[in-house]
């Protein structure tokens, strides 16, 4: 997902500075449930946003792509 979402999360469930494996075990769950909405939805639309100009710059890449083509091409020129 989102970068910012991610590094935020990461400082949260740190904030305490969990002591052991468990701390940590515990910390993970319980700050994914205090992300405010907003954050979440935030990420979410960045996120299909990014995949949206993805598929934008891909798509016409996609259509020209020959599969068993490419594949024999690639096989081929190894065995010079």
């Known amino acids: 997902m989102d970068?910012?979402?991610w590094g935020y999360l990461k400082s949260r469930v740190y904030y305490c500075n969990p002591q052991t494996l468990l701390d940590l075990?515990?910390?993970?769950?319980r700050e994914i449930a205090n992300i405010p909405h907003a954050m979440l939805r935030q990420a979410v639309?960045?996120?299909?946003?990014r995949?949206?100009?993805?598929?934008?710059?891909?798509?016409?890449m996609?259509?020209?792509?020959?599969?068993?083509k490419d594949i024999?091409?690639?096989d081929t020129c190894c065995h010079q």
Do not use: H
Not at 25 to 29: A, G, L, T, Y
Not at 45 to 49: D, G, I, V
């Open 25 to 29: 075990k515990d910390s993970i769950p």
């Open 51 to 60: 995949c949206n100009a993805y598929l934008a710059v891909m798509a016409p």
């Open 62 to 68: 996609w259509k020209t792509f020959d599969l068993n």
């Open 45 to 49: 639309l960045s996120t299909t946003s």
């Open 3 to 5: 970068r910012l979402f």
């Open 72 to 74: 024999l091409l690639s």
